[in-house]
């Protein structure tokens, strides 16, 4: 039997925070102050370690808020990610030993999700963040840690909701048009729907509601408006 070490660990917390925007999927990420021998920015989603006697969903919330300053958003746990070395490499270990006082420590992460509207939310850096903006989630550069890890993750868990119909119409106004549903479920999904087959499907979804309502101020025929009442 091999010999049992006690494990030297830490708790964070990583939010993975989607919004839509001019027909693209965006994701919320930080850019992460640099130490001096740095070169080049780092980007990598808002996280950062749970207190001691903290709740889980409590620190998420606080970590959020303090790297970006955006608040109330609803936050769903989606995924624990726990490989002994995500974060280890050398780029890594210099930024942590230049702000943790245990820097070698093993750290879990809990990543949570959550979908906003981009004008409800206009982010801001704090804390250790030089920068806060959405990024285009088809063109994400290299992230600190396992990040792109999670944001691959938070992708699949996100798909499989929409491609569901259990999620997505957070995106959206509140009052929208089946082409603009459409484009949004093509954007997540990262492929083409059949116009029929898709809204003869939506139109068995209870939750969504056919306003006696047109779209206005529009160059082409307006079409109808609908509303999710989930």
């Known amino acids: 039997m091999s010999e049992q070490v006690q494990l ?5 917390v990583d939010c993975v925070v989607f919004g839509f925007h001019e027909n693209k999927l965006r994701v919320l990420l930080i850019e992460r102050e640099q130490n001096s021998d740095e070169k080049g920015c780092v980007y990598a989603l808002p996280g950062d370690l749970v207190f001691s006697q903290e709740h ?6 606080r970590v959020l808020f303090e790297l970006t300053n955006l608040k109330g958003i609803y936050l769903e746990q989606f995924h624990t990610f726990g490989d002994p ?3 280890s490499t050398e780029k890594d270990q210099k930024w942590l030993k230049s702000i943790r006082k245990d820097p070698n420590a093993r750290v879990i992460t809990i990543a949570y999700f959550s979908l906003v509207k981009m ?8 804390s250790f963040a030089e920068r806060a903006e959405w990024k285009d989630v088809s063109d994400i550069p290299q992230l600190a840690f396992d990040h792109n890890a999670i944001l691959d ?5 996100l798909r499989n909701k929409v ?3 259990k999620i997505g119409f957070e995106l959206l106004p509140e009052k929208f048009t089946l082409g603009q549903l459409q484009q949004l479920y093509e954007v997540i999904l990262d492929k083409q729907l059949d116009k029929r087959n898709f809204r003869k499907s939506i139109k068995k979804i209870d939750t969504i509601k ?17 509303t999710y009442i989930g």
Not at 56 to 61: F, G, K, R
Not at 210 to 226: I, N, R, S, T, Y
Request: without cysteine; negative net charge.
């Open 119 to 126: 004008e409800d939310y206009v982010p801001s850096p704090s």
């Open 163 to 165: 491609a569901n119909n």
């Open 153 to 157: 993750k938070a992708l699949e868990v």
């Open 56 to 61: 889980i969903d409590h620190a998420a919330e």
């Open 8 to 12: 030297n660990l830490d708790i964070s």
């Open 85 to 87: 070395k995500r974060v």
């Open 210 to 226: 056919a306003l006696e309502e047109k779209q206005k101020g529009v160059l082409h025929k307006p079409a109808q408006l609908f």
